[in-house]
């Protein structure tokens, strides 16, 4: 039995992850998105109109996937929303579903460690050697100071989940 003190720690806790993560999939959501659009768009048009295709179009454009991507992942894994094999799933008890949640969350946990701490290496990499986009020089840090911090993120969400939203049932009907 938990303390009434103890869920609204957890409650906190949750809202927190929630704010950030909805923060990450708004800012990779309304800009990522329409960034590239205006990119690929510029250049389409830039091409097709004078051609002339803009300069590293498709680095920008390749960046800020790896982005929109990436920021989206911490919203999913904190409400549930990866795909799964609803087929085999919807056939398990209720106890064998939550077992296979908390064993599938900290699988996720400890792969997602593991992107930690080789982006955490690939960001010391990047800065040693200052390396850079081949075509338009961007460097690289930026990206893999976003799947750093994206993927601890998810870390920390997944074991959260793992350990106190077992009993929850997943309310498939929320909207972002």
Same mark, same amino acid.
């Given at each position: 039995?938990?303390? %009434?003190? +103890?869920?609204? $720690? ?16 708004? *800012?990779?959501?309304? *800009?990522?998105?329409?960034?590239? !659009?205006?990119?690929? $768009? ?21 960046? !800020? ?6 920021? &989206? ?8 929303? %990866? ?32 992107? $930690?701490? +080789?982006?955490? %290496?690939?960001?010391?990499?990047? !800065?040693?050697y200052d ?13 893999? &100071? ?10 920390? *969400?997944?074991?959260?989940r793992a350990? %106190? ?7 498939? $009907?929320? +909207?972002?």
């Amino acid at each position: 039995m938990t303390s %009434h003190t +103890e869920n609204q $720690t957890l409650t906190k806790i949750e809202r927190i992850l929630d704010l950030v993560a909805r923060i990450l999939s708004g *800012i990779s959501i309304y *800009i990522g998105i329409p960034a590239i !659009l205006l990119v690929v $768009t510029a250049d389409v048009l830039s091409r097709a109109v004078m051609n002339a295709p803009i300069l590293g179009a498709n680095e920008i454009s390749s960046s !800020l996937l790896l982005v929109v991507f990436v920021g &989206c992942l911490p919203f999913v894994s904190l409400h549930g929303r %990866h795909i799964r094999m609803d087929l085999a799933y919807d056939r398990f008890s209720p106890a064998f579903q939550r077992i296979s949640d908390i064993v599938a969350r900290l699988c996720g946990a400890f792969l997602y460690a593991l992107l $930690t701490y +080789e982006a955490w %290496h690939r960001i010391k990499d990047i !800065l040693r050697y200052d390396e850079v986009t081949q075509l338009m020089q961007l460097p690289l840090w930026p990206l893999a &100071c976003v799947l750093f911090a994206c993927a601890a993120l998810i870390v920390l *969400i997944e074991i959260f989940r793992a350990v %106190h939203a077992p009993e929850q049932a997943q309310d498939k $009907t929320e +909207e972002f």
